[in-house]
T-cell receptor, first 114, second 116 residues
């Protein structure tokens, strides 16, 4: 079945460091790919998405490129801030089984220190 | 900003009690979902609905039940709470895709349930 694997956390960085959170997927067909972010005590918010191969999603300085050849959708940011501390979830859309749903990775906690 | 609300935000309750977690959205979305989030953060779909009077079980088996009598309202009920039900419950909604690209799911802030 379809699945998402993302790097384990926690990831701890100093402010202004470069961030990469790896995400790879297994899927039949051509799913859309997403990164969601969950700040402490809140629900999930969509950070960015890509709907087809080679698309680049971007938002708030974060970027991810849909790489079909490596089945990856790694999240990057050039210079993180303390306010980026949160849990990040990679997800794919899955329409098998007769309904649209999201399949989430396990989440990666990011802690940014001043 | 997403307009999806969950109440209560936190609930501590004793074993055997009946509880209902409320979820409402003001976006007119047809599709609604309930997820259970482990302490280890992983999310599991437990229920979904494609519209009024439509409810289906998700990937993770759950003793909870849901109803969808109105488009905007998707409550989740546990008839007899147990400690194993302790978790964070997240509600989400999305517009119908009409055959187009997958539509974003908007999430509520969650209800953290503790059963003693």
């Amino acid at each position: 079945g379809n699945s998402v694997t993302q790097m384990e956390g926690p990831v701890t960085l100093s402010e202004e460091a470069f961030l990469t959170i790896n995400c790879t997927y297994t899927a039949t067909g051509y799913p859309s790919l997403f990164w969601y972010v969950q700040y402490p005590g809140e629900g999930l918010q969509l950070l960015l998405k890509a709907t087809k191969a080679d698309d680049k999603g971007s938002n708030k300085g974060f970027e991810a490129t849909y790489r079909k050849e490596t089945t990856s959708f790694h999240l990057e940011k050039g210079s993180v801030q303390v306010s980026d501390s949160a849990v990040y979830f990679c997800a794919l859309s899955d329409s098998s089984g007769g309904y649209n749903k999201l399949i989430f990775g396990a989440g990666t906690r990011l802690a940014v220190h001043p | 900003e997403a307009d999806i609300y969950q109440t209560p935000r936190y609930l501590v309750i004793g074993t055997g009690k009946k509880i209902t977690l409320e979820c409402s959205q003001t976006m007119g979305h047809d599709k609604m979902y309930w997820y259970q989030q482990d302490p280890g953060m992983e999310l599991h779909l437990i229920h979904y609905s494609y519209g009024v009077n439509s409810t289906e079980k998700g990937d993770l088996s759950s003793e909870s039940t849901v109803s969808r009598i109105r488009t905007e309202h998707f409550p989740l009920t546990l008839e007899s709470a147990r400690p194993s039900h302790t978790s964070q419950y997240l509600c989400a909604s999305s517009a119908s895709d009409g055959g187009g690209p997958y539509n974003e799911q908007f999430f509520g802030p969650g209800t953290r349930l503790t059963v003693l």
